[in-house]
């Protein structure tokens, strides 16, 4: 169901990103992540790992949609976000739902990661690997 002021360009962002939770199984990792958290109820820890792991779906699915597309698709697509987010009813798409503000920023703001970055972030993996396995 999606919002009655979407337009045509809104709609194929919209089925873009339903299409990323649906390729990578998203809302079976959220009903895992209700299931831990409910049996871990009394946990707060468990509490803020729910709200922080829906937030990075959202945010990965960004991110997926936006791979490859040019400076004016990014505003185009921010823009269908904040749309979607003025028109949110409680029956409509969750695509503006969560975190717009956040999720805006980090969508004109994106980069992808350089290769330096990249090697320091396994040359990290690697020591803890190792520091971990290792007494």
Known sequence: ILP??????????????????????????????????????????????????????????????????????????ASALLNCAESRSLFASAFGGAKVRVRIERILSYKKMSVLASLGLCALAAALTVLLLTN
């Open 4 to 77: 009655s002021l979407c337009g045509e360009r809104d709609t194929g962002f919209i089925i873009m990103h339903e299409e990323e939770h649906i390729r990578h199984c998203d809302n079976l990792w959220r009903v895992l992540a209700f299931i831990c958290a409910a049996v871990h109820w009394f946990n707060p820890l468990a509490w803020l790992f729910l709200k922080k792991f829906t937030e990075d779906i959202e945010f990965a699915c960004d991110e997926k949609v936006l791979r490859g597309k040019s400076v004016d698709e990014q505003k185009q697509y």
